[in-house]
């Protein structure tokens, strides 16, 4: 049977870390990791995320900040709220949570935010960086994965990894921290052809397809690490992209959803933000 990856357990732990560190530069400075959120119209979802993000930026210790504006709003009024945040000493890491409306410009906006302060690691200078392997700030969800495998010893190098998805957000940068970490990496899509027979030899499956209960056993190799990136509802339930129920008992770690890799990404946003705090500062 597999151990089940909690990523609930393992990101109360690591708030507590980042809340501990906080007091401590907080009393070597008087100052505090600044966050600030926008929020474009009124979608129930990211509605939800930011109140988590911002309930969780206060238990951490931080300042944080919501703007909410309406979905009637342009793509100029959200680049002077850009400006403010890129020009507000107190604010160490700003976030515009996706998906915009339709009648904004998502990629001008994003590459707007100062590369320093883009906690969601979106901006192409940042992007850039992983690429080449070097520090930077990363994208919270494939950041927390690769928390989460560490946290739980779960060994990368030299092993087989197969992520399905390709997007900016997950899949392509998830495949760059793997390879970093000495993974031989392939990233599988819509296209790909003999899918489930290349997944079936995959030490470690990411699966970040979007697609309900898609990986079933016939992609499964025994034994894999099977980290399930995705969220979806299906007959009013969430569920992520692997039969979780049909494969747990051939796995050796597996990730359920939800309680699994979803606590992670708002806990890494706070160590984003936690690490931008420092390097603006200098600390």
């Given at each position: ?143 927390g994965v690769m ?51 290349i997944c079936s ?83």
């Amino acid at each position: 049977m597999a151990v089940i990856l909690d990523g609930k357990m393992l990101s109360a732990k690591f708030r507590e870390g980042i809340k501990a560190e906080t007091e401590i530069l907080k009393h070597k400075t008087g100052k505090a990791p600044g966050i600030a959120v926008i929020l474009a119209g009124d979608d129930p979802a990211s509605n939800v995320y930011v109140t988590s993000k911002e309930r969780t930026a206060i238990e951490c210790g931080f300042h944080s900040v919501v703007e909410r504006v309406s979905a009637n709003v342009t793509t100029e009024d959200i680049l002077k709220l850009v400006k403010k945040f890129n020009d507000d000493d107190k604010i160490h890491g700003i976030l515009v949570q996706l998906p915009l409306p339709r009648n904004c410009d998502e990629k001008t906006i994003l590459r707007a935010i100062k590369p320093e302060k883009d906690v969601d690691g979106f901006h192409p200078y940042n992007v850039g960086l992983l690429n080449i392997g070097e520090d930077c700030l990363m994208p919270c969800t494939p950041f927390g994965v690769m928390n989460m495998l560490a946290d739980y010893g779960i060994e990368l190098s030299g092993k087989n990894a197969v992520v399905i998805g390709r997007s900016n957000i997950v899949g392509k940068p998830i495949a760059a921290m793997l390879l970093k970490a000495n993974a031989t990496v392939t990233i599988c899509h819509s296209k790909t052809k003999n899918l489930a027979e290349i997944c079936s030899k995959a030490d470690i499956l990411v699966a970040a397809m979007g697609r309900p209960k898609f990986v079933t056993r016939e992609f499964i190799k025994t034994g894999a690490v099977v980290i399930d990136v995705g969220i979806n509802r299906l007959d009013g339930k969430l569920c992520g992209d692997v039969d979780y129920d049909g494969v747990k008992d051939m796995c050796s770690f597996i990730t359920p959803v939800p309680g699994g890799v979803g606590p992670m990404t708002i806990t890494t946003l706070m160590q984003n933000t936690l690490k931008a705090f420092k390097m603006i500062e200098k600390l």
